[in-house]
């Protein structure tokens, strides 16, 4: 089962209208030929707007690339408002940050940022903000599309669609 999947565990859940904000840093140090010296992973899962990240690229780093998943106006062929994200609470932080720190061991990646949103987020607004820096372009693409790809299976977050009436459905990350 996938973390974007419509199922999740019956306890430990958090849904929309508490707000809450979970962030961890961690510097990680050389363990294999793709760790950088001094790369960093920074991961957040906050409700409401997702703010920029600020961090500026080292005189290092050749690439600074920036990812945002916006919330589109249809959701499976079905015209919808929003987006309701839910999380596994204490786990979703934890996972997230391991992944990050995994993303830095298996690229050549000096920093990676990422600030995933939960609760409501109308159509429009930003669900998912990810930012990479990196000696070189190839290898920072890589890396933000690896790190995606996993985050829809590892992290336990799940994401309903809002209909206009306001049904929900679930929206499970399959593209």
Partial sequence: MGAHDHRHPHEHRHEHG???EHTHEHTLER???MTLPGATAVTNIVEGPITPHDAAP???DGAA???AGH????EHGREIVSLDYEYYEGMAQVELQALAEDTLRRFPVRRLQCTHRVGRVPVGEAALLVTVHSPHRAEGLAAVAWFIRELKDRVPIWKWAVTPDGE???APCDH
């Fill in 18 to 20: 508490h707000p809450q």
């Fill in 31 to 33: 363990h294999g030929n």
């Fill in 58 to 60: 080292t005189v290092e």
């Fill in 65 to 67: 690339l920036t990812f």
């Fill in 71 to 74: 919330v589109r106006d249809t």
């Fill in 168 to 170: 929900r459905f679930p």
